[in-house]
Structures are given as structure tokens and as C-alpha cells.
């Protein structure tokens, strides 16, 4: 008999940092006792790369895509309102268009082609990185404005960024 157990945890910080604590450690060893004697078990810890993901579309949603509306309305004159969702639902929707090349074509049972439009979902943790670069150096070399690289909740992916004129225009404009 088959069985799987899915299994999440925690690093606990400070003094304890690098030990892992599980919040369900019973479930665990009801777990290993229904296995019985002399199965083999083989666990495996890895981190989490959906976390990352999940962290660069909090950063694309509340940081890019707000600051690219706002560029829209006060570099390039567009009368939008940037606090209003459709607005940002248009914009993310122009940001896939102009900066991610992910279409897909699919073919049914008939011969017949479609091809899907560019989707973040169908990016992963590096191509996030790079859909993210892109629109942020088209920001500051094509607009001159400069989008936050960090806010208190949410930040760019790597360390920091190594745009080619990035900092000189930040520096430029005090960011």
C-alpha cells in the first residue's frame, strides 16, 4: 500500500537557527509507526521554490505594475487613475504583451491552432527574474523613472540589481 505524507516546516531563528521544527511532530510519528518494521523511508528536504515565486508577484503586483501605471499617467500623459484595479489589471495585461514571450500555440483533435497569450503563471522563479528586468530597465532607459527596487514588505528578487543605467538615473532622481 501506497502512501504519501506532505510536510511543512519551519526555521526556527536566533539561537536555534538552522534546526527545523515541524508544527505536527504526532502526525509524523503516527506516520512512521503505520509504516511498521523494515520499510524503508527516504526524506527529503528542499526549499520551497513556489515561496520565491510567490514573493516576486507580491513585488510585480504591489510594486512594478502600480509604479508602471503611475509612469503611464505622469511621464507618457495617459489619463488613467493608478488606484483603481482596472487600471492595474490593463497595465499587467500591457506588461505581458510588450515584455514576456511565453505564448504557447496549442492544436485540438482537428489540426486547428490557437496560440495562448504570454502568462506569468507560466513563469518560474528565473524567468520571473527576467520578465521583472526587463520591465524595470524599459522604466528607467525609455521613461527615465525609476521603480523601486525596495519597500518595507516587498523587494526585488536578487540582491540588487546591475541594470545599465539604473543607479546613475536613481541617483539622478534621489532614489
Not at 154 to 171: L, Q, S, V
Amino acid at each position: 500500500m501506497a502512501r504519501s505524507i506532505r510536510l511543512s516546516g519551519y526555521k526556527k531563528g536566533e539561537r536555534d537557527e538552522g534546526k527545523l521544527h515541524f508544527p505536527n511532530r504526532g502526525a509524523i510519528e503516527y506516520f512512521a509507526k503505520k509504516l511498521g518494521d523494515g520499510v524503508r523511508v527516504i526524506l527529503e528536504i528542499r526549499e520551497d521554490e513556489s515561496e520565491h515565486v510567490k514573493s516576486h508577484k507580491g513585488y510585480y503586483f504591489a510594486v512594478v505594475v502600480k509604479h508602471v501605471a503611475i509612469a503611464l499617467k505622469d511621464v507618457c500623459g495617459y489619463p488613467i487613475d493608478p488606484g483603481i484595479k482596472s487600471t492595474l489589471d490593463s497595465t499587467h495585461d500591457w506588461l505581458k504583451k510588450e515584455f514576456l514571450d511565453n505564448s504557447v500555440e496549442v492544436k485540438n483533435s482537428f489540426g486547428e491552432t490557437i496560440t495562448l497569450p504570454p502568462s506569468t503563471t507560466r513563469l518560474d522563479d528565473e524567468g520571473w527574474k527576467m520578465y521583472l528586468t526587463r520591465i524595470i530597465i524599459f522604466a528607467a532607459e525609455v521613461w527615465v523613472y525609476v521603480i523601486p527596487v525596495k519597500m518595507p514588505k516587498f523587494y526585488f528578487p536578487t540582491d540588487e540589481p546591475k541594470f545599465n543605467h539604473y543607479k546613475e538615473i536613481a541617483a539622478r532622481m534621489g532614489g
